[in-house]
């Protein structure tokens, strides 16, 4: 069945940019979404359809797809960007959603 | 601001059964595909399984660990959704999320899981 990895961990200084990656075998012909998931709190989607950003995620998040790697971007990441970001496919041969693992955003 | 709302978390033995409730406030439940996703402890997310509306057939898929103990079922005139948990292992320990898509509209399945309730919480331990 399709497999989604991601790194365990990420770490960034306040303001720089984040980058969290999602490899799949040709992912880049699927849709990701992303979610962000603060420690206690339900996820909440923060990306979807590959670079779509919901209205109330700030334009700091971004989105890309391609080949084997999808990627999420924090810009100017903030301390409150620390949390676990997963990434999402909807996989058409078994009509089952997927998950990554989870990477663990660590601001320093 | 659509909510969703489950219940019926608690601890239970291994081998019993437990039914989770998923409810929501500001959103119409019937029309709307319904997913049940989990959260071992310190790991990550897992999809348990789907409901569509009865519109759409109101068929389900379950995941592969869980398929044949786990079941997903909908009652509209009461507008919530179930998650009928039996022969339970202590791997299904967990919290368990209802999700739907943006709006709860069925267009929006593929879209991503827009809405998420607050979780309940399964323990399954002797």
């Known amino acids: 069945s399709f497999v989604l990895t991601q790194p365990p961990s990420v770490s960034v200084a306040p303001g720089e940019t984040a980058r969290i990656t999602c490899g799949g075998n040709?992912?880049?012909?699927?849709?990701v979404h992303w979610y962000q998931q603060r420690p206690g709190q339900a996820p909440l989607l923060v990306i979807y359809?590959?670079?779509d950003r919901p209205s109330e995620i700030p334009e700091r998040f971004s989105g890309s797809n391609s080949g084997n790697t999808a990627t999420l971007t924090i810009s100017r990441v903030e301390a409150g960007d620390e949390a676990d970001y997963y990434c999402q496919v909807w996989d058409f041969n078994s009509d089952h959603w997927l998950f990554g693992g989870g990477t663990k955003l660590t601001v320093l | 601001e659509v909510q969703l709302v489950e219940s019926g978390g608690g601890l239970v033995k291994p081998g019993g059964s437990l039914r989770l409730s998923c409810a929501a406030s500001a959103l119409t439940l019937s029309n709307a595909w319904m997913n049940w996703v989990r959260q071992t402890p310190g790991k990550g997310l897992e999809w348990v399984g789907r409901i569509k509306s009865k519109s759409d057939g109101g068929t389900t898929q379950h995941a592969a660990p869980v398929k044949g103990r786990f079941s997903i079922s909908r009652d509209d005139s009461k507008d919530v959704v179930f998650l009928q948990m039996n022969s339970l292992k202590t791997e299904d320990t967990a919290v368990y999320y209802c999700?739907?898509?943006?709006?709860?509209?069925?267009?929006?399945?593929?879209?991503?899981?827009?809405?998420w309730g607050q979780g309940t919480t399964v323990i399954v331990s002797s």
């Open positions: 999700t739907t898509s943006l709006n709860g509209d069925p267009a929006y399945y593929y879209y991503g899981m827009h809405v």
């Open positions: 040709n992912i880049g012909s699927k849709k």
């Open positions: 359809f590959d670079f």
